[in-house]
């Protein structure tokens, strides 16, 4: 959105509106506030961020020599040492994560932050891949999940008969 066309769309909003939008995005920074306190204590904050409803959310992680863990908590809520989204990997090896799970809603642009923030993690690493499979129990929403990993620049390639498949990112392609 263009400075210009959020100008008119905020001359275009009464005051009750602007002043409950005011309201609702001072309640998401005094949780992301306190969230980030919580979080803190049990985890590593590598961000915060927006989603795609412009919602703020934190993302941390927590990882060793075997597992990588991004997480995010959005700031609608208070934290209750439960992640709202994560994206679960090990490493395979020096220049290898494998993406086991993604958990958490659809739609909310939360795998796309967490995705950008595992593919930094990586980087910082001197990780230049990424890989995953496509389970069977991913099949029921194959269309979506290709999408997806297309859109993070993943090749992605499908067994059809087998109804399997592997995602590979690479730093440098």
């Known amino acids: 959105m263009s400075f210009t066309s959020f100008l008119a769309e905020e001359e275009t909003k009464d005051k009750e509106e602007l002043k409950q939008e005011l309201d609702e995005l001072e309640l998401q920074m005094f949780r992301m506030k306190t969230n980030m306190k919580e979080i803190a204590k049990k985890w590593q904050i590598i961000g915060i961020d927006q989603s795609k409803d412009d919602n703020w959310v934190v993302v ?4 060793d020599n075997h597992s990588c863990k991004i997480m995010l908590t959005d700031c609608e809520t ?4 439960k992640w709202d ?8 090896d020096d220049a290898t994560i494998f993406i086991g799970d993604i958990k958490g809603p659809e739609n909310k642009g939360y795998g796309s932050i967490c995705m950008d923030y595992l593919k930094e993690v ?6 230049h891949t990424i890989t995953g499979d496509i389970a069977k129990r991913d099949w029921d929403h194959l ?8 859109k993070h ?3 992605v390639e499908l067994d059809t008969k087998n109804k399997s498949g ?8």
């Open 60 to 63: 941390y992680t927590n990882y």
């Open 78 to 81: 208070a934290y209750r040492g």
């Open 85 to 92: 989204f994560s994206i679960q990997a090990t490493y395979k």
């Open 122 to 127: 990586a980087k910082v690493q001197n990780i």
């Open 143 to 150: 269309e979506r999940l290709v999408h997806f990993y297309e």
């Open 153 to 155: 620049n993943f090749q």
């Open 166 to 173: 592997e995602i590979v990112w690479q730093l440098y392609d």
